[in-house]
C-alpha cells in the first residue's frame, strides 16, 4: 500500500518557521492532491493548504500569506513552509495523499501527523 512520512515539526517562537514534509511511497501509480490538515486540541481537523500535481493550490483563510505548499512530483514529495507562526498555529500537522494505485483504484491516504507547538 502507500507509505507516508512526515517531518519537519517542532517547538518555535511566534514569529518563527517551519518546513514541513511528506515523502509519499509504496503502491503508487500517479499521485492526484497531496495536502496539509491540522488538528488542535477539542477541534475538528481542518484543512490548510492543498496542492494538485498541475500545481494548482487552496489554502485556508488562516494561513494565506504566511503559509507555502509546494510539491516534487519526481519525489512524491509535498512541503509547508510555514512563516510569520503563531501560538494559534499550535495543532498536529496531517499530511494527507490521494492517489491512484493502479489506473482505476483511487486511495485516500494518512500520515501519522507531526507536531508544531508556537509558544509566546
Known amino acids: 500500500q502507500v507509505q507516508l512520512v512526515e517531518s519537519g515539526g517542532g517547538l518555535v517562537q511566534a514569529g518563527g518557521s517551519l518546513r514541513l514534509s511528506c515523502a509519499a511511497s509504496?503502491?503508487?501509480?500517479?499521485?492526484?492532491?497531496m495536502g496539509w490538515y491540522r488538528q488542535a486540541p477539542g477541534k475538528q481537523r481542518e484543512l490548510v493548504a492543498a496542492?494538485?500535481?498541475?500545481?494548482?493550490?487552496n489554502y485556508a483563510d488562516s494561513v494565506k500569506g504566511r503559509c507555502t505548499i509546494s510539491r516534487d512530483v519526481g519525489k512524491n514529495t509535498a512541503y509547508l513552509q510555514m512563516n510569520s507562526l503563531k501560538p494559534e498555529d499550535t495543532a498536529v500537522y496531517y499530511c494527507?495523499?490521494?492517489?491512484?494505485?493502479?489506473?482505476?483504484?483511487?486511495?485516500?491516504?494518512w500520515g501519522q501527523g507531526t507536531q508544531v507547538t508556537v509558544s509566546s
Open positions: 509504496g503502491s503508487i501509480f500517479s499521485i492526484n492532491v
Open positions: 494527507k495523499v490521494e492517489v491512484y494505485t493502479s489506473p482505476y483504484v483511487r486511495s485516500n491516504n
Open positions: 496542492i494538485t500535481s498541475g500545481g494548482n493550490t
